[in-house]
Each structure stands twice: as C-alpha cells, then as structure tokens.
Nanobody
Framework: EVQLVESGGGLVQAGGSLRLSCAAS????????IGWFRQAPGKEREAVSY????????YYADSVKGRFTISSDNAKNTVYLQMNSLKPEDTAVYYC???????????????????RGQGTQVTVSS
C-alpha cells in the first residue's frame, strides 16, 4: 500500500520560506514521478513540482519557477519542497502525490495524481 505523509506546512509572512517533506512508502513500481500539487479554496488543482524516479528530472509550474526547489533523499524515501520568496497566492493545501504516467501539455503537467497524501496547509500572509 502506497503511503505518502506530508509535513512542514504552516503560516509564514510574504517573502518567507518553508520546507515541505513527504515520506513515501509502499512503492512497487519502477518508474513514476513524485512531488506536489496544491489546491486553494475555489480553485483548480495545480501541479507545483515533481521529480522523476528514473532520471531525477524535474518539473515546475511556471508560477513557482525560480522560487521553489524539489529534491529527494532516496535513502530516506523522502521528497522535499523548498519554498522561498513565498507570496500570498501560494496559500493552499499542498499534497504530496505520485503520478505513474505524467502528461505535459505545453508547459503544464495535467495528469491527475494516482496517489496522494492527506495534505498540509501553507498560509502566506501579506
């Protein structure tokens, strides 16, 4: 059974930083991407950042490029999202997720996650 457990959310002022962690377990597939999507009230799901299990390539939404960095520690089966220069519009619930077959249209990853964690709230005050 795939389990994804997030931690690290919280309240931060605009311009501040947070680091999210996702502890993953129960994987039985060889090739996937793991990372984060977010959802704010009344808004659609947005893929934020993912990293490939096979070659470490990364995806970032245009809205977070240059501010967020995804990384993984394979020994700990943990994925991190370092979020810098946070903006109020980054406020959302952030979910750790796994996608088995990622599909990118233009510059946007549109695939619905195959697995997701319970989510962690990130609130950025202005």
């Amino acid at each position: 059974e795939v389990q994804l457990v997030e931690s690290g959310g919280g309240l931060v002022q605009a311009g501040g930083s947070l680091r999210l962690s996702c502890a993953a377990s129960g994987f039985t597939f060889d090739d996937y991407v793991i990372g984060w999507f977010r959802q704010a009230p009344g808004k659609e799901r947005e893929a934020v950042s993912y990293i490939s299990s096979s070659d470490g390539s990364t995806y970032y939404a245009d809205s977070v490029k240059g501010r967020f960095t995804i990384s993984s520690d394979n020994a700990k089966n943990t994925v991190y999202l370092q979020m810098n220069s946070l903006k109020p519009e980054d406020t959302a619930v952030y979910y750790c997720a796994v996608i088995l077959v990622p599909v990118i249209v233009g510059t946007t990853l549109i695939s619905e996650p195959d697995y997701r964690g319970q989510g962690t709230q990130v609130t950025v005050s202005s």
